[in-house]
């Protein structure tokens, strides 16, 4: 399906849906893509910019995970973005993006003894 087609087609389920008053809960919405392209260098205002006119969510869940704890789960590195450098890179820039909508959320971290 065309790309276009199925963002379209996609919005127009979202709004339907919201406006019906379903919860819609939605996994890396926008952000993703703009943390990910920021931290391969291009401009985060750049970034953000075709994300202009989306639905803004209500809340955003953010589980902020170290890199280096993210690593230690199986299968971690074989992806090319999964390097730790890249990650932290990724990291600095969703915390970039944090505003009074997003609920951050410590994500395996130590504990305390």
């Known amino acids: 399906m065309n790309l276009l087609i199925w963002l379209v087609t996609s919005r127009a ?7 019906s008053g379903t919860t819609l809960i939605v996994d890396r919405y926008s952000y993703s893509g ?3 392209s920021a931290a ?3 401009d985060i205002e750049w ?11 209500d809340l955003v869940i953010y589980l902020d995970v170290q890199p280096e704890k993210a690593a230690e789960r199986g299968g971690y590195g074989g992806e090319r973005y999964e390097k730790i450098e890249f990650q932290k890179k990724v990291a600095e ?10 609920k951050v959320t410590q994500f395996l971290q130590e504990s305390p003894r």
């Not at 970034?47 to 969510?57: D, R």
Request: proline share 6%; net charge neutral.
């Open 34 to 36: 703009v943390a990910f």
């Open 13 to 19: 389920l979202m709004e339907s849906k919201l406006l």
């Open 93 to 102: 820039h969703y915390h970039s993006l944090c505003d009074s909508t997003w």
């Open 47 to 57: 970034c953000k910019a075709p994300e202009n006119g989306l639905i803004a969510p």
């Open 40 to 42: 391969k260098g291009l």
